[in-house]
C-alpha cells in the first residue's frame, strides 16, 4: 500500500477545505494518507511514499526553515511538488523573471527592506501592497484614491521586517473577478472567480467555472518551463483594460485548489497522487 503524507503546519491559520475531501478521496483508492506537519521536529517524511505539500501556510514567518526544510524532504522521499520549484516560487520576486520571459503580468515594483519608494511617482492612483512572501491575505493592503500618505506609512512599517511589493488595483476585478486556474495532474480542471483579499477580509469564491479558451492557452504558457514533475499548479489571473490577461500570482507551493468545488478534479487530483512518482 502506497503511503502519501498531506504537508500541513502545527498550528493552522485557517482551515484548509481541501484537507477531508482529499484524504477521503486517497483512502478510497486505497491509498494510506496522513498529515505530516512540516514544523514538527518529530515528522519524518522518510516515513512516506510521497509527500505533498499541501497547507504549510505558516511558512511565511521562517523561510529560510522551510526552504530547509523541502530540501530535506526532497532528499528523503517524492516531494510535490519539487523542492527546488517550490523554493523558487515561495517569493514572489519570480513575477519579475516570468514578466522578463514574456509573460502579461500584473505591473510591480519592488520595495527592498528597509527602503521605500516616493510613490508619489507612480502611474497608478489605486494602490495594492503585498509582501514579497506571503500568503491569504497577510500583510496586505489596497490604497485607493486619496489614501497615497497612508499607504507610505503602511510600507515604512513593513518594509522594516521584510520585503515588498506595490501594484495597481486592476479595475476588471470588480466586474470579472480575479480567475483561480487549478491545474491538476497535467490538465486544467477548472476556474472559479473570487475576490481578492485585503485587510484580512474573506475570500468570496465563486462554483467551479469551466476554463475559458485563452485561459488554457495561458496557464500552457506560464507552466511551460516548469512543468516536469509539477503534480499541481493554481494560476491566479486578472484582465487588463483591453480584455487580455495578466498573471496576478502563480502558486506552486500551497495554494487552495477548491477541491469541493469541482468533484472531477478531486478524483483526478487523488489519481494523480496515486499515480505520482
Known sequence: ??????????AL???DHDEAPLLAALRGLGVSADMLAW???AADPAAYDLVVVRSTWNYIHDLPGFRAWLKRAGDATRLANPADVMSWNCDK????????????VVPTVNVSRGTWPALDRLPWEDLVVKPRVGAASFATKRFPPGH????EAFLRETCSARDMLVQPY???????GERSLVWVGGELTHSVRKNPRLAGGDESVSEALPPEADERAFVE????????????????????????????????????L???QCPPALERFARAIEAYG
Do not use: I, N, W
Open 221 to 256: 504558457r506560464v507552466l511551460a518551463p516548469r512543468r516536469q514533475g509539477l503534480l499541481y499548479a493554481r494560476v491566479d489571473v486578472a484582465r487588463a483594460e483591453d480584455g487580455t490577461l495578466m498573471l496576478m500570482e502563480l502558486e506552486l507551493v500551497e495554494p487552495s
Open 170 to 176: 486592476v479595475p476588471s476585478v470588480d466586474g470579472h
Open 1 to 10: 500500500m502506497k503511503r502519501v503524507a498531506l504537508a500541513t503546519c502545527q
Open 39 to 41: 514544523d514538527d521536529p
Open 148 to 151: 497615497r500618505v497612508q499607504a
Open 13 to 15: 491559520p485557517e482551515p
Open 258 to 260: 477548491f477541491l469541493k
Open 93 to 104: 520576486s519570480y513575477l519579475f523573471e516570468l514578466s522578463a520571459a514574456g509573460v502579461p
